[in-house]
C-alpha cells in the first residue's frame, strides 16, 4: 500500500507531483488554447472519480431516515452530498472541457473534435480513445510540445 507522501511525490516533468497535475486543469480553468499531455488529462480524471466517490459515499451515509410518522426522508449528510456534487460538478464542466480542447490539439486536431462525444452510443468511446493516444511530436500549429518542449536541454 502507498502512503499518502509516496503518492504525492515527483513522478513527471519538472518535478510536479501527481497533485499539481490533477489541480492543473481547474489553473488553467477556461484556457482552450495550447496542449494538454495525457498525464494532465488522466490526472485529472482520476480526481474527479475520488470526488465523485467521496460525493456518492456522502450521499449513501447520509441515506433515508425515518420519522416519528413514519415517513423516510433523506438525512443531513445526504443533502451535503448533494450540494458538493452539484457545486463541485458545475465547477469542473469548463476545466474538464477544456482539457479535451487541449488533448485533440496535443495531436494536431482540432478542439471542435470534443464534439464527437455527443455522438449518441459511440461518441464517449471515440473520445476516449483519442484522449489515450499520443500527442504530436514537436511543435505543431496549436503550440510547443507539452512533453518534451524545443530547448529543454536534457543534459543540463
Known amino acids: 500500500m502507498f502512503t499518502s507522501s509516496q503518492l504525492?511525490?515527483?513522478?513527471?516533468?519538472?518535478g510536479e507531483p501527481?497533485?499539481?497535475w490533477m489541480l492543473m486543469p481547474y489553473r488553467r480553468y477556461a484556457?482552450?488554447?495550447?496542449?494538454?499531455?495525457?498525464k494532465e488529462y488522466?490526472?485529472?480524471?482520476?480526481?474527479?472519480?475520488?470526488?465523485?466517490?467521496?460525493c456518492v459515499t456522502l450521499l449513501v451515509a447520509g441515506g433515508m431516515?425515518?420519522?416519528?410518522?413514519?415517513?423516510?426522508?433523506?438525512?443531513p449528510l445526504f443533502w451535503v452530498g448533494v450540494v458538493a456534487m452539484?457545486?463541485?460538478g458545475l465547477g469542473s464542466i469548463i476545466p474538464s472541457i477544456a482539457v479535451q480542447v487541449r488533448r485533440f490539439h496535443d495531436q494536431d486536431k482540432s478542439g471542435w473534435?470534443?464534439?464527437?462525444?455527443?455522438i449518441p452510443y459511440v461518441g464517449g468511446l471515440i473520445v476516449f480513445i483519442f484522449m489515450?493516444?499520443?500527442?504530436?511530436?514537436?511543435?505543431?500549429?496549436?503550440g510547443e510540445d507539452p512533453k518534451n518542449p524545443v530547448g529543454y536541454d536534457v543534459f543540463a
Do not use: A
Open 132 to 142: 489515450c493516444l499520443e500527442g504530436t511530436r514537436g511543435p505543431n500549429r496549436y
Open 8 to 14: 504525492l511525490k515527483s513522478s513527471g516533468h519538472k
Open 31 to 38: 484556457d482552450f488554447s495550447g496542449r494538454s499531455r495525457r
Open 65 to 75: 431516515s425515518i420519522d416519528e410518522n413514519g415517513e423516510s426522508t433523506p438525512g
Open 42 to 54: 488522466w490526472m485529472f480524471m482520476l480526481f474527479s472519480v475520488i470526488v465523485t466517490m467521496v
Open 86 to 88: 452539484t457545486v463541485w
Open 113 to 118: 473534435m470534443v464534439l464527437l462525444g455527443l
Open 18 to 20: 501527481d497533485m499539481e
